[in-house]
């Protein structure tokens, strides 16, 4: 009777599944990396827009400080009546 070792077919194939997985799992982490990057970058770029929003704004109110701080002093003088109602 003739007798066929089927060892070495079974490690072949074992070898096989786990370099499957192993490339799986990798290619899952390289995609993930990737996507982790992109929302990254996303988020850095909308940080940025809004801070140069924010410097814009900063900008336009201290252009109109000039404007506002005659109103202000002129709202804080005790010189006006202030028992007189309208």
Do not use: C, W
Request: hydrophobic share 45%; proline share 2%; net charge positive.
């Amino acid at each position: 009777m003739v007798h066929i070792n089927l060892l070495p077919v079974r490690q072949i194939k074992q070898k096989a599944a786990a370099k499957k997985q192993l490339l799986t799992f990798f290619l899952s982490f390289l995609m993930l990396l990737g996507v982790l990057g992109l929302v990254g970058f996303f988020q850095a770029s909308t940080a940025s827009s809004i801070d140069h929003d924010i410097a814009e704004l900063n900008k336009e109110k201290n252009r109109h400080a000039a404007t506002l701080n005659p109103v202000h002093s002129y709202a804080d003088d005790s010189t006006l009546d202030k028992s007189s109602s309208f």
